[in-house]
């Protein structure tokens, strides 16, 4: 199994930056990517960001060149540094981790980010 705790939520203005994190422990062999998701009040979850165990990244096209989602290694720690924060992006964000196959799928509980107007 893979704990995943997320922390640095909050409330911003926007315009504001915020940056969360992700903490990974247990069996992190298993982790091939890592990400970032979101589920605002009566919408689906959506994907935000993604970064896989060799660098590459990807990003839905409301948040690029706004977000950057980085892994630290050595930490098992992934992080998602949010610019230009705008009152659409609020929402539950959720650190996701994946292994090889669709069993291994880890989810954290879930941080509030809340952008006012």
């Known amino acids: 199994q893979v704990q995943l705790v997320e922390s640095g939520g909050g409330l911003v203005q926007a315009g504001g930056s915020l940056r969360l994190s992700c903490a990974a422990s247990?069996?992190?062999?298993?982790?091939?990517?890592m990400g970032w998701y979101r589920q605002a009040p009566g919408k689906q979850r959506e994907e935000v960001a993604l970064?896989?165990?060799?660098?590459?990244?990807n990003y839905a096209d409301s948040v690029k060149g706004r977000f950057t989602i980085s892994r630290d290694n050595a930490e098992n720690t992934a992080y998602l540094q949010m610019n230009s924060l705008k009152p659409g992006d609020t929402a539950v964000y959720y650190c996701?981790?994946?292994?090889?196959?669709?069993?291994?799928?880890?989810w954290g509980e879930g941080t509030q980010v809340t952008v006012s107007a």
């Open positions: 970064i896989l165990n060799n660098g590459r990244t």
């Open positions: 996701h981790a994946g292994g090889p196959g669709p069993e291994y799928e880890y």
């Open positions: 247990g069996s992190i062999f298993r982790i091939v990517a």
